[in-house]
Nanobody
Framework: QVLLKESGGGSVQAGDSLSISCRDSGRTFASFAMGWFRQAPGKEPKEGEF???????????QYSGAVEGRFTVTRDNAENILYLQMNDLEPGDTAVYYCAATVGYPALSPRSYDYWGQGTQVTVSS
């Protein structure tokens, strides 16, 4: 079973950094490719925007053009935690950030992901 829970969101100023994390309380975290997606509050996460993905070993990552060079995705399989380090934040990064897990290939489409957390709000003001 996969139970994902994000934490670390908050309100920051443009140019600030913020790290969010996603903990899996199950026992199979290392078997899943993981992704970070973002969406406006109240909207369906599976229709959200791709942010970053990472394979099950943590050796392959991919980022959206909007965040590449500013965000870094990592994972700690021993602790069952996925991280997203966000630097030089912009007002356009404001969204609810979701982590998601898939048993398949780390795809860019959120619809390819089987398990989702509840989301954490990140607000960036100018």
């Amino acid at each position: 079973q996969v139970l994902l829970k994000e934490s670390g969101g908050g309100s920051v100023q443009a140019g600030d950094s913020l790290s969010i994390s996603c903990r899996d309380s199950g026992r199979t975290f290392a078997s899943f490719a993981m992704g970070w997606f973002r969406q406006a509050p109240g909207k369906e996460p599976k229709e959200g925007e791709f942010v970053a993905i990472i394979d099950w070993r943590g050796t392959r990552t991919q980022y959206s053009g909007a965040v590449e060079g500013r965000f870094t995705v990592t994972r700690d399989n021993a602790e069952n935690i996925l991280y997203l380090q966000m630097n030089d934040l912009e007002p356009g990064d404001t969204a609810v950030y979701y982590c998601a897990a898939t048993v398949g290939y780390p795809a860019l489409s959120p619809r390819s992901y089987d398990y989702w957390g509840q989301g954490t709000q990140v607000t960036v003001s100018s």
